[in-house]
């Protein structure tokens, strides 16, 4: 499971830390990531992370939006700097889990926590 946290409401040009921890049974987190979508919109990808650290960014967040990932508490991160109203929408984490040895590597996705930005 993922369960994700740090939303909220805040002002134009503030900030927000969203962070998405992993339960269960784990033996290795590949890739994790962050989405959002906001209303009428299709979800977008915003940022990714792997587990050796290695990041990438939509150009709507680059220089504002930093992901990271704590591997030995399965949790990813997002710090969110000069907020703009178009901010505004449901922040998905997503993390790419192998189970066990051998296992395959399962998508899970947390239940969305929502980012509201004042002008």
């Known amino acids: 499971q993922l369960q994700a946290s740090g939303g909220g409401l805040v002002q134009a040009g503030g900030s927000l830390r969203l962070s998405c921890a992993a339960s269960?049974?784990?033996?290795?987190?590949?890739?994790m990531g962050w989405y959002r979508q906001g209303p009428g919109t299709q979800r977008e990808l915003l940022a990714t992370?792997?587990?050796?650290?290695?990041?990438n960014y939509a150009d709507s967040v680059k220089g504002r939006f930093t992901i990271s990932r704590d591997n030995a508490k399965n949790t990813v991160y997002l710090q969110m700097n000069a907020l703009i109203p178009d901010d505004t929408a449901v922040y998905y984490c997503?993390?790419?889990?192998?189970?066990?040895?051998?296992?395959?590597?399962?998508?899970?996705w947390g239940q969305g926590t929502q980012v509201t930005v004042s002008s």
């Open positions: 997503n993390a790419a889990v192998i189970a066990r040895f051998g296992f395959p590597s399962r998508d899970y």
């Open positions: 269960g049974s784990i033996f290795r987190i590949n890739n």
């Open positions: 992370i792997t587990s050796g650290l290695n990041t």
